[in-house]
């Protein structure tokens, strides 16, 4: 015949192995990790896509830059050269980081002061695509205020972890290089280069 348990006599072989349980280390980093691994690769991916936004729009920047040299001395006009030639030129600057094609535009304006020059946004609030309507090509002459604005719409490689990044629909983000000049007074004596 079996004996009857003494009542109060499993508290202690619970207790034992709840001590034993708790005692037990093994595996505590696994899931200490799986409690911060999400908001840590987070982190570390939305650093990653700022990192690369800010460096594409460096490149941008400079590709802009050194394109625009060529219309800011009348090599550009006096070539006659027109839109296509000068995104050209802006794309041998980018050092191949980028796809020029439809996703680069540009808005070249001329103004007769810097006060009235503007830099609207050209994003459609309704439909959060670029609205190039407003766009032109326009270089002008000696001495004219020339605003180059060079667009690019970069896809973001997170999607789902950089969507705050995103500033147009589709999950894109549209970067922008500007820059704002005088023509120098290149007159008709100066020499045509090519860009």
């Not at 708790?22 to 840590?40: N, Q, S, T, Y």
């Not at 980028?98 to 810097?114: A, E, P, R």
């Not at 309704?126 to 002008?140: I, R, V």
């Not at 719409?153 to 970067?175: H, Y």
């Amino acid at each position: 015949m079996r004996e009857l348990p003494i009542p109060g006599m499993f508290a202690p072989r619970m207790m034992k192995r709840l001590e034993a349980f708790a005692a037990d280390k093994r595996g505590i980093a696994a899931v200490e990790f799986a409690l911060i691994a999400v908001p840590f690769f987070f982190l570390i991916f939305g650093l990653l896509e700022v990192c690369v936004i800010f460096i594409m729009a460096s490149v941008l920047e400079h590709g802009a830059s050194e394109a625009s040299r060529a219309i800011r001395t009348g090599q550009f006009q006096q070539g006659g050269f027109g839109e296509l030639a000068f995104k050209n030129a802006v794309c041998a600057e980018l050092f191949d980081l980028m796809s020029c094609g439809d996703k680069l535009s540009l808005d070249v304006q001329t103004f007769s002061s810097f006060a009235g020059t503007g830099n609207p946004s050209p994003i459609d609030p309704d439909t959060g695509d670029l609205d190039d309507s407003g766009f032109g090509f326009a270089p002008g002459g000696q001495n004219a205020i020339v605003v180059i604005r060079v667009f690019y719409e970069w896809d973001l490689m997170i999607p789902l972890m950089s969507k705050p990044l995103a500033n147009m629909s589709g999950d894109r983000r549209l970067l922008q290089a500007t820059v704002a000049f005088r023509n120098e007074p290149f007159g008709n004596s100066a020499a045509a280069a090519t860009p």
